[in-house]
């Protein structure tokens, strides 16, 4: 079973910048959805950005016009570029697909990335 790999989390500082990365081949193809969910200690996962192959993207109102959601189809990796980072953004970030039109179910499979902000 194909299984997705996230890359990219790190430590850096209020205001910084990381580029996520979700990488699994066919993972991504016979999706309708892929987004990017966080969960912090102690909290409940969230979602944070979802790109739907026919509506496009949409984010949580605590990310927008910091998070970018997008996707390479030729290298089956989804992105998510986050500026402006605060520590309120860290958490354990992860990519999941939903096979179904309106994103009911999402399939989750990597070990997440960490992203830690200090202030």
């Known amino acids: 079973q194909v299984r997705p790999v996230e890359s990219g989390g790190g430590s850096v500082q209020a205001g910084g910048s990381l580029r996520l990365s979700c990488a699994a081949s066919g993972y991504t193809y016979s999706s309708y959805c892929m987004g990017w969910f966080r969960q912090a200690p102690g909290k409940e996962r969230e979602g944070v950005a979802r790109?739907?192959?026919?509506?496009?993207?949409s984010y949580a109102d605590s990310v927008k016009g910091r998070f970018t959601i997008s996707q390479d189809n030729a290298k089956n990796t989804l992105y998510l570029q986050m500026n402006s980072l605060k520590p309120e953004d860290t958490a354990m970030y992860y990519c999941?697909?939903?096979?179904?039109?309106?994103?009911?179910?999402?399939?989750?499979g990597g070990q997440g990335t960490q992203v830690t902000v200090s202030s």
């Open positions: 999941a697909a939903s096979t179904y039109y309106d994103c009911s179910s999402w399939t989750y």
């Open positions: 790109l739907h192959r026919h509506l496009g993207t």
